[in-house]
Structure formats: C-alpha cells, structure tokens
C-alpha cells in the first residue's frame, strides 16, 4: 500500500496511529517541525503522492482502544432502554459522542473541557472524586483508560494518595442499585510510572463492593495487534513496550447492594 493511502486510513481509524519518519533519516526533524500547532512540511508531503511516496516511511501500531470500546458496544444489549451512562474520564474519547447518537442519555465528567455537543450528551467539567451527582443517578458507568491516572501527577495536576480507590468509591455511589460499571486498565507485572499497572489482587481489592459478571484480557503483540490472554499469562508480562502499555484488563461489573 503506498504511503498516501496510509495517511487516508489512519485519518479515518480511531484506533490507528501513524509513526512517519523520513527517508533518508536525517528529513525527520524537518518533516515534524512546527509552526503555529502546525507541521507545514508535512503537510506539503502527504498531498504529493511522489513526494510522500519517495521521502516518507509510515508506519503504524493499534491502540488498545480497539478492544476496550469494541467490548463496551457489545456490552450494550444488557443496558434498559434509555439507560442513564456516565462516562468517567471522556475527553480524548469518542465514546460519549457515540453513545448519545446511540440514543441513550449521555453525561461526560472530566477536568479539561469536552469540544463535541449533542442533545442527548452533556458535559460536567469536575473532578471525578468529587463528582457532582446525587447517589444512584446513572444505570451505567464507564471508566475507559482513567482509573490508571486518578491520584498521579499528569495533566499538570499533584500527586494524591489512593486516588483509584476514591474515583471507584464515587462510581459506586452515583451507580444505581445493580448498575452495571465498565471499566478498562493497564494490566501485567505490578508496577508504577506516571500511571498505574494493575494486577489481578489489586483489581480484586479495588472493586470488593462490585460483582464481576465479564472479564477479558489483551495482550499487545508485535506492536498491530491485540490477542486475547488470560490473566495468569498476562501477570508474566512486562508491561511497557515502545508502543506503549502491553496489556489490558477489560470488566463488566455490577454493583451489589
């Protein structure tokens, strides 16, 4: 496939991300320099084919968004007819969007602002601890690659201690009796960064006032794919790769009385 039929995939793919680099090496710099938020170069490039064709290596790798909202849409048939969602953690993410088009009345909670409007969709900028809602609001909660950051310092925000276990305790409470919560993390060997990586005792502690009704497990494999695992298999991996985390916990969980 030559290189500016690539560039129109991974436009229409949000699970897709490209990596360009230039041929010969020393055109990378110049091909990713910016102005303005702006990469002019290589923009000139990707629209002449001949130029792309002979100056531009593409590659890709998929993200683990492609099983984590895939299982979410075939978890919907368990959800009533115009279930109540919360979406925990939504920007970045085109799930509420998606959802709401879906018919089902959407809110979104997150500390940076949400750009997409529509009318079964609306958005709470707060934070997730602390979440504005009273108790039982929703039918069903997602938590899509969040629960990982709660309490670490990212997005220019302090460390605080037990954040994953604060933003569950405020899931369960905002969940009605017997909603159904969604929730998707890195999964492998125990260990820390600027996020967490969970394994199979943490998730047990974390969700003890949960039942787990579906469990799956993905494994990252050779940077294009996602193969299914077990969670035994999955605790022996390391959990980073250059591609980014290499493992995904994906469960389905009801809230118990």
């Not at 950051?149 to 017997?178: M, T």
Request: hydrophobic share 40%; aromatic share 16%; with cysteine.
């Amino acid at each position: 496939m030559k290189q500016l039929e690539l560039f129109h995939y991974f436009r229409m793919s949000p699970y897709l991300m490209e990596f360009v680099e230039g041929k010969p090496s020393w055109l990378t710099p110049f091909i990713h320099f910016k102005i303005f938020g702006i990469k002019p170069i290589y923009s000139i490039f990707i629209r002449i084919p001949f130029l792309c064709d002979k100056f531009l290596k593409v590659d890709w790798k998929v993200t683990e968004r492609v099983v984590e909202n895939n299982w979410l849409y075939r978890f919907l048939d368990k959800l009533p007819e115009q279930a109540r969602i919360l979406d925990v953690g939504c920007v970045g993410s085109m799930v509420s969007f998606e959802l709401a088009n879906m018919g089902y009345k959407v809110t979104g909670i997150d500390l940076r602002g949400y750009p997409l409007l529509h009318p079964n969709f609306s958005f709470v900028k707060g934070d997730i601890c602390r979440m504005p809602f009273p108790d039982g609001s929703f039918d069903f909660i997602t938590a899509i690659s969040t629960i990982e950051h709660v309490g670490f310092p990212f997005y220019d925000l302090p460390a605080f201690p037990e954040g994953d276990k604060k933003v569950i305790r405020e899931i369960y409470r905002c969940l009605k009796y017997e909603g159904l919560f969604y929730m998707t993390v890195p999964f492998g060997l125990k260990e820390n960064t600027w996020y967490q990586i969970f394994d199979s005792r943490h998730l047990t502690g974390l969700l003890q006032d949960f039942n787990i009704i579906e469990e799956k497990y993905y494994r990252r494999s050779l940077g294009k794919f996602w193969l299914p695992v077990t969670a035994q298999e999955l605790e022996k991996v390391s959990p980073y790769s250059s591609q980014g985390v290499n493992g995904v916990a994906i469960l389905l969980c009801k809230k118990r009385s």
